[in-house]
């Protein structure tokens, strides 16, 4: 008895060394993945562009002087992941981007991207399977690029905007732009309060809804079998609607000259095209 009481002793103080040793080792692999934090010099960058397999990014302004790169996650993917600057051009990507996206559920990775309030460059953020999420960013050329994994944006402004995706889902609220271009596959595109002198909104069988701000210059939607409404203030309109089997509608505009009054051309196969004019 006392030979298997000793037996047994040896194994509690084993397991709890053991234990603890488990637990030190999670804590650690923890604490890197959460260190990794890097800064860059605003004045010396041209563009940042951002490559993602399966990591969920946010990018957002803040009250800063310096780019920021943080990231956290299992210890491989955060270790792994490429920050460096070429050309004035900052880059962050992740080594499985366009190569593969074999992973198993012990891998995942956030990235979070701060930049000044008063940038005025180049953004280019592209995803494959991550969450896309953006709010608060200005820049003379944005262009967010998504395959499967969802866009969702707020308050943003360029000169040229681009949103895409495959088979995500894209909303957007409070965009500004001189020109705004977004285009899906099958995934719906919403869009609140935008602003933009030119639009171009194209999908195959995602549904479109977009409600404008301000008036425009020119508007080109198609769609093959997405259903499309359009919502804006603007009473008066030049408007080319044409669907094939689909049901058109265009309530509360008054026809005008194209010379004097904002383009839209409305363009489907099987998709109901609405246009809509509501005044405030």
Wanted: proline letters at 1%; one cysteine or more; glycine letters at 6%.
């Amino acid at each position: 008895m006392e030979w298997e009481q000793m037996c047994l002793n040896g194994i509690a103080i084993f397991i709890k060394k053991r234990y603890h040793k488990v637990v030190e080792t999670i804590d650690e692999r923890w604490r890197i993945a959460l260190e990794r934090n890097e800064s860059f010099a605003s004045d010396n960058l041209n563009d940042i562009v951002v490559h993602m397999a399966w990591a969920q990014v946010e990018i957002f302004s803040d009250d800063i002087d310096r780019v920021q790169v943080l990231a956290a996650g299992d210890e491989n993917s955060v270790r792994d992941l490429r920050i460096l600057v070429e050309d004035n051009v900052l880059l962050v990507e992740q080594p499985q981007y366009g190569l593969s996206l074999n992973i198993t559920d012990s891998r995942w990775m956030q990235v979070c991207i701060r930049i000044p309030r008063n940038w005025d460059k180049k953004l280019h953020l592209f995803t494959i399977g991550g969450l896309l999420n953006a709010r608060g960013i200005s820049g003379s050329r944005i262009v967010l690029d998504t395959v499967s994994g969802d866009m969702r944006t707020m308050r943003l402004a360029a000169q040229e905007l681009s949103l895409k995706s495959i088979s995500g889902d894209v909303h957007a609220d409070n965009l500004t732009a001189n020109s705004l271009t977004v285009r899906t596959v099958s995934g719906n595109i919403t869009l609140h309060d935008a602003s933009a002198q030119t639009y171009k909104c194209t999908t195959v069988s995602g549904e479109v809804k977009l409600k404008l701000k301000d008036s425009f210059t020119q508007m080109d939607v198609r769609s093959v079998s997405g259903d499309v409404t359009v919502l804006s203030s603007v009473g008066s309109m030049s408007v080319t609607m044409r669907s094939v089997s689909g049901r058109m509608a265009a309530n509360g505009v008054a026809m005008a000259d194209g010379k004097t009054a904002p383009f839209v051309r409305m363009t489907g196969v099987s998709a109901d095209l609405n246009l809509i004019c509501a005044k405030e």
